[in-house]
């Protein structure tokens, strides 16, 4: 699942925050999603779910994630 932001910051920053900004935005998913890629040239961070029903809330928390401009594509 892809989480597309147009203003990207390095995918080091991203993958290795991963934790912190979920649980910043929405800390009932830490520890049931992994970010597993990032390219900081297009703004993509792929995202894993445990389980469907974690990809679901994911989206639904899309408007509380902390980048603007992020969408899941």
């Known amino acids: 699942m892809p989480v597309v932001c147009p203003t990207a910051p390095a995918a080091g920053n991203v993958l290795a925050q991963w934790g ?5 935005s929405a ?19 792929d995202v894993v779910p445990a389980a469907p029903a974690y990809g679901t809330k994911l989206r639904w928390s899309t408007p509380k994630r902390p980048r603007r401009g992020c969408s899941l594509g």
Not at 20 to 24: E, H, K, S
Not at 30 to 45: K, S
Request: hydrophobic share 50%; aromatic share 4%; charged share 20%.
């Open 20 to 24: 912190d900004i979920l649980v910043a």
């Open 27 to 45: 800390p009932e998913l830490a520890g049931h999603v992994q970010a597993v890629a990032f390219d900081p040239d297009t703004g993509r961070l």
